[in-house]
């Protein structure tokens, strides 16, 4: 146990080297702000593998079970499990240790942020301010509402509130209920912008819990607060390219060097440029077919085709204006590494992904992963009506059923929204 351990947390470490901690500072006389911990590295957010203990557990458990009690596979996947051994295991770390990536590039809005958690569901609602809808975001335990300013009427019951200031923010204040299950709210303006946002983070930090057993003010003060950045720098060394009703980013440098259509099925834009490799494919959805943009599927397929079960790798469901797509991040310093963003509209599935090695390319890899993870559809406010749900019909159902679960989550929007 403590051997896996240690090996999962040394490639967790892969990704991100520690910088300075997180220097969240308040004025005179105000109280600090809850859970701010100086010994977490500024850019811990940065890093997309959050596993614990209690993860591990769960997987090996998982493991086990696929290689003892099925002694004959009965479906595809479970024979899979019992032939390449480490894959369950593996994909079950790969499902716990999911975050949640948002980033807001509709009228004045222009952000990027992210939180060590699982997505099971996002919904686009209504605010009550003229500056745009709130996303939220449903995990097990765990909501996170970004957007305007809101909360308001909520304020009224928080335990505690201060303002503070942090690199690149404005007007920053926070507000924290500790009750069950604990809840913080910030509210700011990013640095030269007229534009304020609030961002709510609910979850009750429970140390059985494998996605995130941290509490609320621990992930609000030392993860998202400090991943809170412009999308305005992607500018620096990107552009935006159009294909039909989608758009992503290039490089500025880079050039399409084909197009093609593959297998009578795949339209595909290759880019390339100095130690890069950018493939942009499209192909039409079956509805008849599992949706291929589910976590679950993204991991199993990656690990099942690429097979290098000690390789670090890093997922998030990344939220363009309040639609999901999945992304894989294979990371290798100085070496041979991988990025793939998968996203859907109602008509085409789209995967963009970059093979590139950092130590010839004049891009860094946070440069990459945050130009890859940018998408967009022109017809994303009516994709988003609906509430987009993360995982299968099968459990989507049982999740339904739950009277813990959406009444819940239903009762805390309307709560934050009032």
Do not use: C
């Not at 980033?103 to 609602?125: C, Y």
């Not at 140390?207 to 607060?225: F, G, T």
Request: charge should be neutral.
């Amino acid at each position: 146990m403590l051997r896996k351990s240690i090996v999962m947390m040394a490639l967790a470490a892969a990704f991100t080297m520690n910088v300075s901690a997180v220097q969240i500072e308040v004025p005179k006389w105000q109280p600090p702000v809850p859970g701010a911990d100086a010994s977490i590295p500024a850019n811990a957010y940065e890093n997309y593998s959050h596993i614990n203990e209690k993860a591990i557990q769960e997987a090996e458990i998982f493991s086990d079970k696929v290689q003892k009690n099925v002694e004959t596979p009965k479906i595809a996947i479970e024979k899979v499990f019992k032939e390449k051994t480490g894959l369950a295991q593996a994909v079950k770390l790969g499902e716990f240790s999911e975050s949640t990536v948002i980033l807001l590039h509709e009228g004045k809005h222009n952000i990027r942020l992210s939180v060590p958690n699982i997505s099971l569901r996002g919904d686009t609602v209504d605010s009550k301010s003229s500056d745009g809808p709130l996303f939220v975001v449903r995990g097990y335990t765990s909501i996170l509402m970004v957007g305007p300013p809101h909360a308001k009427e909520f304020s009224k019951h928080m335990h505690n509130e201060g303002v503070y200031t942090y690199p690149g923010l404005e007007n920053a204040s926070w507000q924290i209920l500790k009750a069950k299950t604990h809840m913080m709210y910030t509210e700011f303006t990013p640095k030269n912008t007229n534009t304020t946002y609030g961002i709510t983070y609910l979850g009750g930090g429970d140390v059985k819990e494998p996605y995130q057993d941290k509490i609320a003010e621990v992930v609000m003060s030392n993860y998202i607060i400090p991943s809170i950045e412009p999308l305005s720098g992607l500018d620096n060394y990107s552009h935006v390219k159009h294909w039909g009703n989608f758009s992503y980013r290039i490089p500025k440098e880079a050039k399409l060097v084909s197009e093609a259509l593959e297998d009578n099925k795949y339209e595909v834009r290759t880019y390339e440029d100095v130690g890069v490799k950018i493939r942009v494919l499209r192909f039409r959805i079956d509805p008849n077919i599992v949706d291929k943009s589910l976590a679950k599927k993204q991991i199993f397929s990656f690990l099942n085709k690429y097979g290098d079960l000690e390789a670090p790798t890093q997922y998030a469901t990344v939220w363009n204006n309040g639609l999901p797509g999945f992304l894989i991040d294979r990371y290798k310093p100085n070496g041979e590494s991988y990025l793939r963003h998968f996203i859907k509209d109602s008509e085409y599935y789209y995967s963009y992904r970059i093979d590139y090695d950092e130590s010839k390319s004049p891009y860094k890899h946070k440069q990459l992963r945050d130009m890859v993870e940018y998408a967009g559809f022109d017809n994303a406010e009516s994709l988003r009506k609906e509430p987009q749900w993360r995982i299968s019909d099968s459990h989507k159902k049982k999740l339904d059923a739950d009277p813990s679960f959406n009444p819940w989550y239903i009762k805390w929007i309307e709560i934050l929204t009032q």
